[in-house]
Structure formats: structure tokens, C-alpha cells
């Protein structure tokens, strides 16, 4: 078992990367943001999971290990492939996707391509009681999260989707200061200049 990568990134392409370990060049499919933020020579870790089928032996790459344990509970699922699951975390993120399993809201889901309404309402029935929203563990956490919610709606109304929305918002109130995390101007023109103009959107 393959359970993780570290090594020089050689080539992106839309869902996928390859990364050069020891020598060898390994593809491995990854969700969108990953992709996107990927860039040729620079050092990448993923925590991988390989899937084998009579025909093919496939890794599948995500920068957070919640995310790698999301996918393996998505492909449970009755109905959900791995490429579906990948699609489902291209889309949602990790927080997403289970608030919307606690509240048996099937409609995120639905939004993804390739999973349909029987397969949606599958992924809550058959995900429920495996997976919670993570809590805010801080005051500051908490307080800015309406402040993220709302920078991140801003950029997805801007063209960008809605996980490299949430991603880049999140990660720059952990960088802001506090009267920044407070304003929605002020950390959407953080999250602006950090995904930078040459950043790739949908």
C-alpha cells in the first residue's frame, strides 16, 4: 500500500499531477484545488490512497488526511466510485461535506457532476453518524466565521469555485490580524492578493 508521496512535482494537469519520488514518476489524481495550486519543480506531499482494479492500479492524492478519510468513507458509499468521491472533494471540503450529512441535506451533493439524486441521498443515509463538522476550538475561530462564510460567497461570485473559495478564505484569517478577521473588505483583499491574478478559477 501506497500511503503517501513526497517528492518534485513534474507535471499538472486538470485532476491530476506527477510527482517524481526515488526516481519514479508516479500519476496521481488529485481534486481540483490541488491541481490548480501545483506548480512544475516544486517539492508536493500528498497522503495517497491506491486503488486496485483487475485493469489498473490508480492513486488518488489529497493534502489533508481528513480529506484522504472522507474519500475512503465516500467510496463505501453504494454507487460512488473513486472518481465520483474525487469529484465530490473537487467541490466540497471536508467541513462541507459533513454538515451536510448531519443535516441530511443531499442537495450539495446533487450539485456535483456525475452523482445523481438516488446516489446523493445514499452518500447521507450511508455517511450518517460517520462524520461531523469539525467545531470552531477557539473564540477567534468563531467569530470569524461568518466573516470567512461571506469572503468565501464573494469569491465564488467572482468565478472561483466554491472549495478553492472556503480553502483560501480559511487560510487567510489563520495569516490575518484580528481587525482584519473582522472585516469582510479588509480579508477579502487578504484572500485577493494571495490567490494572486494569475490563479485559476472554476
Do not use: N
Amino acid at each position: 500500500m501506497i500511503s503517501s508521496l513526497r517528492g518534485t512535482v513534474l507535471h499538472t494537469a486538470p485532476g491530476h499531477v506527477v510527482i517524481e519520488t526515488g526516481g519514479v514518476g508516479f500519476a496521481v489524481f488529485v481534486p481540483t484545488d490541488v491541481a490548480h495550486i501545483a506548480t512544475v519543480g516544486d517539492q508536493l506531499q500528498l497522503h495517497t490512497s491506491l486503488i486496485v482494479r483487475e485493469d489498473a492500479l490508480t492513486l488518488y492524492g489529497f493534502v489533508d488526511r481528513d480529506e484522504l478519510e472522507i474519500f475512503g468513507q465516500l467510496i463505501s458509499v453504494t454507487g460512488v466510485g473513486p472518481k465520483s468521491a474525487l469529484g465530490v472533494l473537487s467541490h466540497l471540503t471536508v467541513d462541507q461535506i459533513a454538515e451536510a450529512v448531519t443535516s441530511e441535506d443531499d442537495a450539495p451533493f446533487r450539485r456535483v457532476s456525475g452523482i445523481g439524486p438516488k446516489t446523493a441521498k445514499l452518500i447521507v443515509v450511508q455517511l450518517a453518524g460517520k462524520v461531523q463538522p469539525r467545531v470552531a476550538s477557539t473564540p477567534v475561530a468563531a467569530a470569524t466565521t461568518a466573516v470567512v462564510d461571506q469572503v468565501a460567497a464573494a469569491l465564488v461570485g467572482l468565478g472561483w469555485s466554491e472549495k478553492v473559495a472556503v480553502d483560501a478564505a480559511a487560510q487567510s484569517a489563520e495569516d490575518a490580524t484580528d481587525a482584519e478577521r473582522e472585516s469582510v473588505p479588509a480579508l477579502l483583499r487578504r484572500t485577493l492578493a494571495a490567490l494572486g491574478p494569475g490563479a485559476k478559477r472554476g
